[in-house]
């Protein structure tokens, strides 16, 4: 069954929003490296990246279903914020605007039926809770850090452990 020329636009749409979630995180990560925490800036690299493998996959997908991937042009994202606080309460505003825009695709293709879409964005469905507890745990460790520049740095030396490649497998 070839996937609906709806459906085909809503996919293109969530890879636009995909590569634009890279590019906030790219935008971050710049903002963070200005502002001399380099851990930051790495861990925001890191999210770039898997956006990046993200909208890869769904346009794989489209691929594979014999429909055709849309690259469309990205928005320019934000290049400041306030304070690191600011810049992950931006993060996790924008997963919780992401994880919409993913259920709206799974209710769609279980709208016109279309299981194979359906099973393929349960993974991104899963991947969306992972996105949002970490963005909102950050959050909140820099919530009680408040204005300690001291845990500010910490919890950089800690931002810059993070490896990359975390959301490769689709188990």
Known sequence: ?????????????????????????LSMSAWFHSQDLPGFAHWMSVQYHEELVHGEKMFAFLVDRDATPEVSALKKPLGTWKSA????EAAYAHEQHI???????VEQARKEGDLATELFYQWFVKEQIEEEATALGLVKQLKHIG???SGV?????E????????DEDED
């Open 159 to 166: 931002l810059a452990q993070r490896l990359e490649g975390g």
């Open 85 to 88: 606080l600011d810049a992950f």
């Open 99 to 105: 994880t919409a825009c993913i259920y709206k695709i």
């Open 147 to 149: 204005n300690d520049s």
């Open 153 to 157: 740095f910490l919890l950089d030396r």
């Open 1 to 25: 069954m070839k996937i609906s020329t709806a459906l085909t636009k809503s996919v293109n749409e969530q890879i636009r929003e995909e590569f634009e979630s890279a590019y906030l995180y």
